[in-house]
């Protein structure tokens, strides 16, 4: 077996680690957990190192078990976080947690054959039936408030700036947490919890939690990886439009590509390990040829083929580098009848658009359209001048005469017009 612990060190994903951890993944086949909040109906690239972790886990030959938090994240962990999260219902949970399922069967094999195949577990299945009572008795009383007290993250929220202070509820969070890795230690004989670092307090709280209700010789640990950030120092995964999604209704495939094409050479070398499943000699090859010629890029395409194939498909992969190439390369308007509504909209997200009445668009001539209705060119005159030099193109098919007249067929999804002049400047236009 690969050993699970040295892979992580020359990827830069791992950050603490207990004591006797590597020594237990090299004598056995280990089973390891790593928890997740259903919160959404969809996972995105912040929670890929942890689901990364769980990959390189099982291809070293290791059992993965990823919790989905149904209890915990009915509650909200305080790890972090300034403020509660809201309470979710059980419908909303359980399905959120099936659409969470479908992704990471992307990254883990659920039906290998042998004893390390992936399992999906939710703790709401052990916590829904647990009374208060019993939880006092079985987990409240061999956890002391003033080691609960002492975590970092309770630290931070008692003497933060959250108007709201810490609830009962949260407080309790490291609690449950641990029961979690007590009842899987006991139930699946699950020895290491994995997760990001601000999570060792909770963590280490679940392996006292098992030496003290199981006593010196029950063996648990856990490792975590380091909070991915940008080379600025930024968070990592986040856009100024918001998070990038691993569902395809969120983030399209072709904006999820362009997300890691556009990362910088810095950042390209350190995510090129953590987010893709390449062995090192590649990847080393890969920075060498990079340095060689940084202006290719060679190490964002070969990253943002590797992750979105991984997250989508090759047809997604081939699909956004079709889009790219549309606004960038050559490419022809049945490159645009292929994208979806979304996409389009991605793909031009950065050129003027000009919102105009459908009524107004259909039956009227392209150098009215252009010239009145959306100013894409200051005259009639020079739109004249550029049609007869080849200049303007509808839909990415040249314009032969400026009179030609808009039809409800020339609408793209039946709402937009592509109005190009040369060969990179472009106009949206919106029926409305």
């Not at 990886?225 to 080379?231: G, S, V």
């Not at 979806?340 to 668009?361: M, R, S, W």
Request: include cysteine.
């Amino acid at each position: 077996m690969k050993n699970f612990v040295e892979e992580l060190k020359w990827r830069g994903m791992l950050a603490q680690i207990m004591p006797g951890t590597e020594e237990l993944l090299q004598k056995q086949m280990v089973t390891a957990y790593l928890g997740t909040d259903p919160t959404a109906d969809s996972l995105h690239i912040g929670h890929l190192c942890g689901i990364m972790m769980l990959r390189h886990l099982q291809q070293c030959g290791h059992k993965p078990i990823i919790l989905v938090g149904g209890a915990t994240g009915m509650i909200g962990d305080p790890s972090g976080k300034s403020q509660e999260r809201n309470l979710l219902d059980t419908e909303t949970l359980y399905h959120n947690q099936e659409c969470i399922k479908k992704q990471v069967a992307k990254f883990l094999d659920f039906d290998a054959e042998g004893p390390n195949a992936a399992e999906m577990v939710n703790n709401y299945d052990w916590m829904k039936d647990f009374t208060f009572l019993d939880f006092a008795r079985t987990v409240g009383k061999h956890i002391t408030v003033n080691y609960m007290m002492a975590k970092d993250s309770v630290q931070q929220r008692l003497n933060g700036t959250a108007r709201d202070g810490l609830s009962f509820t949260e407080f309790t969070y490291q609690l449950l947490q641990g029961y979690d890795f007590l009842h899987l230690y006991q139930a699946k004989n699950c020895q290491l919890q994995l997760g990001g670092n601000d999570q060792w307090g909770n963590m280490t709280t679940g392996t006292e939690l098992i030496r003290r209700t199981l006593g010196s010789e029950a063996e648990a640990y856990a490792l975590t990886c380091p909070l991915i950030t940008k080379a600025d120092g930024k968070k990592f995964g986040k856009t100024e439009s918001g998070n990038i999604w691993l569902d395809r209704n969120r983030t399209t495939p072709y904006a999820f590509y362009q997300f890691w094409l556009n990362v910088s050479d810095d950042d390209a070398e350190k995510y090129i390990k953590i987010f893709t499943s390449l062995d090192k000699e590649t990847i080393d090859a890969l920075v060498e040829e990079h340095k060689k010629d940084p202006g290719y890029r060679i190490l964002q395409k070969r990253l943002a083929e590797e992750v979105t194939v991984m997250c989508h498909s090759k047809e997604d992969l081939e699909t956004a580098k079709e889009a790219s190439n549309i606004l960038f390369g050559k490419s022809t308007k049945d490159s645009l009848l292929k994208l979806d509504e979304q996409t389009l909209l991605d793909v031009f997200a950065g050129v003027p658009h000009y919102e105009i009445a459908k009524a107004d668009i259909i039956g009227k001539a392209a150098i009215e359209l252009l010239t009145t209705d959306a100013p894409v060119f200051p005259s009639k005159g020079e739109m004249r001048k550029l049609t007869q030099g080849g200049g303007v193109s509808i839909n990415k098919e040249k314009l032969s005469d400026p009179n030609t007249v808009i039809t409800e067929a020339d609408l793209l999804d039946g709402k937009y017009l592509l109005a190009q002049q040369g060969k990179k400047k472009y106009f949206l236009i919106i029926a409305k």
